[in-house]
């Protein structure tokens, strides 16, 4: 199954990249954000499922705890196309991932104000972070505020990497359960009512949701573009195949 952790807002949905996927949670419902594009692009070793830890009941978030966190989660933000694939686990196949990051990049300016919290992740080394920001946006003056959910695993050579993909059934209950922790729902709900307010400006409301039609739009033709030209270069190549043998 899918990663499950609390999302909210659109923001969230167009903006955050893949990451992990959207669930139920204690958060209002009309926080679920849309689904642009999921990525489920891998899952989690097997040697790593096999260390799996029980959930922290008594720890709290803590709050830009871990500077390694802090350094990959300000790298990601700032990251487009190639960048992103040293930071996460999405590689060349992930064509819509990797599409999504490029168009989603012309409407982005800058992501300010981030803090990350973190939690104590499943795996050893591993977190659970929660990113929240505000979005500076090419051609709207307000900020819009936002949180997005990360499994951050660690390498063989002790280095972080974003998940962006599937996990286990015993992994996805643990994200599950700290999500609906008292902690993470009041950050949650925090952000959402930022959020809103952010929403009450016409101008912000009619933005997002131009920008979200347009590069779903883009993101589906571009996709298209390459599907056609992949077919092209099949045919050309099986014709030149055919010509070979026909010469023998």
């Given at each position: ?41 891998g ?30 989660m ?74 997005s ?59 997002l ?28 190549q ?11």
């Amino acid at each position: 199954g899918g990663i499950v952790l609390v999302c909210i807002g659109v923001v969230i949905g167009l903006l955050a990249g893949g990451g992990i996927k959207p669930a139920s949670s204690r958060a209002p419902e009309e926080s679920k954000p849309d689904t642009v594009m999921a990525s489920e692009t891998g899952t989690l070793q097997e040697s790593e499922e096999e260390t799996l830890q029980a959930p922290p009941e008594e720890v709290l978030l803590e709050v830009d705890a871990h500077p390694e966190v802090n350094t990959l989660m300000a790298q990601y933000y700032q990251a487009v196309t190639e960048r992103i694939k040293e930071l996460t686990d999405l590689t060349d196949n992930d064509e819509e991932a990797l599409t999504y990051y490029v168009k989603r990049s012309i409407y982005l300016e800058a992501y300010q104000d981030l803090k990350c919290y973190t939690k104590v992740g499943p795996i050893e080394g591993s977190y659970v972070v929660y990113v929240s920001y505000n979005v500076k946006f090419r051609e709207l003056e307000p900020l819009v505020p936002g949180v997005s959910p990360f499994l951050v695993c660690p390498r063989g050579d002790g280095s972080l990497y974003i998940h962006e993909g599937t996990v286990d059934e015993n992994v996805n209950e643990y994200l599950e359960e700290i999500s609906i922790q008292d902690d993470v729902v009041d950050l949650m709900n925090e952000i959402q009512v930022k959020y809103n307010n952010a929403l009450a400006d016409e101008t912000v409301n009619y933005y997002l949701a131009k920008m979200k039609e347009e590069v779903k739009v883009a993101v589906g033709e571009a996709l298209a573009e390459a599907k056609t030209e992949q077919a092209n270069e099949d045919e050309q190549q099986q014709a030149s195949n055919e010509s070979d043998q026909s010469g023998l």
